[in-house]
């Protein structure tokens, strides 16, 4: 059974910065794209970053370019949203979810195929 477990949300101050994971159980990486997605509360669920099954295929949101940097670890089946620079704005629930689908990797939450429970993030000072 496939699973995703997100961990290391919390609270950080603005211009901070917190790494977020995604651990996925029951499949490899390298069948997967996967993605990160956000949601804060009264709004609809927003593609943040996502990588390909090849891991070669980044994408991100115009919102967090620059700040946000998605990577995997293929061998703990892992992949990383890095937030730097967060804005009181980034607060939301984070989510990750997968998506079997080879070359690119897609931000649109309609593709996804799994999804994990997901972990609180707040900026706040």
């Known amino acids: 059974q496939l699973q995703l477990v997100e961990s290391g949300g919390g609270l950080v101050h603005p211009g901070g910065s917190l790494r977020i994971s995604c651990v996925g159980s029951?499949?490899?990486?390298?069948?997967?794209?996967i993605g990160w997605f956000r949601q804060a509360p009264g709004k609809e669920r927003e593609g943040v970053a996502c990588?390909?099954?090849?891991?070669?295929?980044?994408n991100y949101a115009d919102s967090v370019k620059g700040r946000f940097t998605i990577s995997r670890d293929t061998a703990k089946n892992t992949v990383y949203l890095q937030m730097n620079s967060l804005k009181p704005e980034d607060t939301a629930v984070y989510y990750c979810?997968?998506?079997?689908?080879?070359?690119?990797?897609?931000?649109?939450?309609?593709?996804?195929?799994?999804w994990g429970q997901g972990t609180q993030v707040s900026v706040s000072s």
């Open positions: 029951g499949f490899t990486l390298e069948d997967y794209a």
């Open positions: 990588i390909s099954a090849s891991g070669i295929s980044r």
């Open positions: 979810a997968a998506e079997r689908v080879r070359g690119l990797c897609h931000r649109q939450a309609a593709k996804q195929d799994y």
